[in-house]
């Protein structure tokens, strides 16, 4: 990248070409070439929207302001992970990364549709010739062995994302 002040110039700008409101848009920036002491890439969440609404059946309140069809939201880097990120490159003799990756994590529209990590819409459909109660979709099953992110903070070298953050489905 040759940038030392990549992680605070950098923007990642998104539409909403849906004719629905978006309340949840998520990504992970990794750097997959950084690792942390658990052998994680080193990843910073880049979030739209309230957490609730990784719950499928969560529904916007007054004070919900969604992405509207058709506006452009940019995403940039929390000031508390840009210090991170410095305290974290300092302290590991860590060089700026060569490499990064954006991977989608959800979306959701509010009105219990969205998609999921895998790119998978929900709510999912079940196969009617399953004798099973359900069945997940190839995709979801295939998503579900990613590690979350772990990403640069001030007061620790390493912090993971609760598993209450992260797009789980129970049928």
């Known amino acids: 990248m040759g940038n030392a002040e990549w992680l605070r110039d950098f923007e990642l700008q998104v539409t909403n070409l849906s ?8 990504f992970w ?8 002491e658990n052998d994680n890439p080193l990843a910073f969440i880049l979030r739209f929207g309230r957490i609730d609404f990784f719950r499928f059946n969560t529904r916007p309140n007054e004070t919900d302001v969604p992405l509207k069809p058709g506006e452009t939201y940019a995403f940039s880097i929390e000031e508390t992970f840009q210090q991170g990120w410095a305290e974290f490159k300092h302290r590991k003799n860590v060089p700026d990364p060569g490499r990064i990756s954006i991977d989608f994590v959800h979306l959701s529209f509010g009105d ?8 998978v819409p929900y709510p999912y459909k079940r196969d009617k010739a399953s004798n099973s109660p359900c069945r997940v ?3 979801v099953g ?10 640069p903070s001030p007061k620790a070298s390493l912090r993971v ?11």
């Open 29 to 36: 920036l990794t750097l997959p070439d950084t690792k942390t």
């Open 112 to 119: 219990g549709s969205g998609f999921d990590g895998g790119g």
């Open 142 to 151: 295939a998503n579900t062995k990613r590690r979350p992110p772990s990403w």
């Open 137 to 139: 979709p190839k995709e």
């Open 19 to 26: 004719d629905k409101p978006i309340y949840l848009v998520e």
């Open 161 to 171: 994302i609760p598993a209450v953050l992260l797009p789980v489905s129970f049928f």
